[in-house]
C-alpha cells in the first residue's frame, strides 16, 4: 500500500456555502450562537453576506504541516514570534469576521498579526482578500491548487508578489514542496536541508 498525498485524503470534505440574502451584524451574531457548538464549522461575515465552511481532513493536514513547517524555519532562523492560529478577528465597525486557518505575530505582538495563512481546498464565494485588508494584516499567504500564493499589503491593498516581504529568506516554493510530501519526517529532513543552503 502507498501513502497518500495530502492532496488525496478526502475524507470529510471542505464544503462551502453562501447564505442567499444580505444579514444585519445582529442577525450574523444570531446564526454564530446558533452554530457555535458545531465542531468542525466556520462562519465568515463580510458586509452583510455570511459563508459557512465545514472543514475537512485534507484541509486541516495541509494547515498542520504548514504550521510545523513554518515553526522549524522560525526556530532555524531564530525568529521571534507568536502563533495565534485561527484566532477570530471580527468587528461590527469593519462590517467583517472571519478566522484565518494560522496567524502570526512577528517579532512582537501588534494590534493584529503580521502574517495570516488560509488554506482553499474549494472555492470561496466571499472577497478572500477584504476581510484581512479591514484588520490591516501585512501578509496574507493562501494555499490552493498545491501552492501558495503571497499577497502582501501596500497603500492599502494587496498585491501578490513572488517571495514574501516579512520572511524574505524563505523559499515559498520550497515550503509548497515540502507540504506535499506524504511523510512529514522526509517533509522536515528535506525543508531543513533547503532553508540551511
Not at 10 to 30: A, C, I, M, S, V
Not at 131 to 136: A, G, I, L, N, V
Amino acid at each position: 500500500m502507498t501513502p497518500q498525498t495530502l492532496d488525496q485524503i478526502t475524507t470529510l470534505e471542505e464544503q462551502r456555502f453562501l447564505l442567499p440574502g444580505h444579514y444585519t451584524w445582529d442577525e450574523f451574531e444570531k446564526l454564530e450562537a446558533l452554530t457555535v457548538d458545531a465542531p468542525g464549522l466556520r462562519i465568515t461575515y463580510l458586509d452583510g453576506c455570511v459563508e459557512f465552511m465545514t472543514l475537512g481532513e485534507q484541509h486541516e493536514a495541509i494547515k498542520s504541516v504548514i504550521a510545523i513547517l513554518l515553526a522549524l524555519y522560525f526556530f532555524e532562523k531564530n525568529i521571534n514570534f507568536f502563533p495565534v492560529g485561527s484566532a477570530t478577528r471580527r468587528a461590527k465597525e469593519k462590517g467583517a469576521s472571519f478566522k484565518p486557518d494560522e496567524s502570526y505575530y512577528i517579532g512582537e505582538k501588534k494590534e493584529n498579526p503580521d502574517l495570516a495563512i488560509e488554506i482553499n481546498i474549494t472555492s470561496g464565494s466571499i472577497d478572500k482578500l477584504e476581510k484581512y485588508k479591514r484588520f490591516q494584516i501585512p501578509e496574507v499567504w493562501f494555499w490552493e491548487n498545491n501552492q501558495l500564493s503571497v499577497y502582501h499589503l501596500t497603500n492599502d491593498n494587496y498585491e501578490q508578489i513572488p517571495e514574501s516581504q516579512l520572511l524574505p529568506e524563505l523559499d515559498i516554493k520550497l515550503l509548497a514542496r515540502c507540504v506535499l510530501i506524504p511523510s512529514i519526517i522526509e517533509a522536515r529532513t528535506e525543508f531543513i536541508k533547503g532553508i540551511r543552503q
